[in-house]
């Protein structure tokens, strides 16, 4: 059984592009979850896909999208890249309805 | 909105001693979970609390969950150098669908051998 994974694991961008993240499921997951975890912080929830819909949205921008397949990988984008958007973006997968998410090692994402 | 306060934001100590680390809520989640996060990785769950005033263990990591469940403390006795890392504890509540995560900042400990 394969963990979570994402990919790039680091990337560097400057201001005002856009970046494409991916993280394939755990095995057998259908729901998959993004977070952002600045330096210093916790953990904040962007938004949650399930069945290849957006299913829930933290606070957010729309420049920040998603989008998740028909076998459960998932994309996150984000447009117009502002220098506080500088974190880790962390990918969680979990069973519909599941307490327990398991999440990526991350992409840490510089913007310049 | 809910919130979620850990305390204290950084630890630093020897190996051999213990350790308490607190979280508290502005309000009531469903359950808490605590997860243990090393440099360069994410999250790894290391216990889900749902009952007020439960009582978890895990080797040498006593987790409880106030009465009221709106705050947990995790408890380290004789502390390792491989417990360094950062503590996060997140709420969550099973009302709605998106079973989102409310993470507090977490404390970094760091046990020095």
């Known amino acids: 059984e394969t963990g979570v994974t994402q990919s790039p694991t680091h990337l560097i961008k400057t201001r005002g592009q856009q970046v494409t993240l991916r993280c394939s499921s755990q095995?057998?997951?259908?729901?998959v979850s993004w977070y952002q975890q600045a330096l210093g912080q916790g953990p904040q929830f962007i938004f949650q896909?399930?069945?290849?819909?957006?299913?829930g949205r933290g606070n957010f921008p729309p420049r920040f999208s998603g989008l998740q397949f028909p076998n459960y990988s998932s994309e996150l984008n984000v447009n117009a890249l502002e220098l506080d958007d500088s974190a880790l973006y962390l990918c969680?997968?979990?069973?519909?309805?599941?307490?327990?998410?398991?999440f990526g090692p991350g992409t840490r994402l510089l913007v310049l | 909105t809910q919130l979620l306060e850990q305390s204290p934001q950084f630890l630093s100590i020897q190996e051999g001693e213990n350790l308490t680390v607190y979280c508290n809520s502005s309000?009531?989640?469903?359950?808490l979970q605590w997860y243990r996060q090393e440099p360069g990785e994410g999250p790894v769950l290391l216990v889900t609390?749902?009952?007020?005033?439960e009582v978890k263990k895990l080797k040498r990591l006593t987790f409880q969950f106030g009465d009221a469940r709106k705050d947990s403390s995790l408890h380290i006795t004789a502390a390792q150098p491989g417990d360094t890392g950062l503590y996060l504890c997140?709420?969550?509540?099973?009302?709605?669908?998106?079973?989102?995560?409310?993470f507090g900042k977490g404390t970094l400990l760091t046990v020095n051998p």
């Open positions: 969680a997968s979990s069973l519909v309805g599941g307490q327990t998410q398991y």
């Open positions: 095995s057998g997951h259908n729901t």
């Open positions: 896909y399930y069945r290849e819909e957006e299913n």
């Open positions: 309000s009531v989640f469903s359950s």
């Open positions: 609390v749902v009952t007020g005033g």
């Open positions: 997140a709420g969550q509540n099973s009302g709605g669908s998106n079973y989102k995560l409310t």
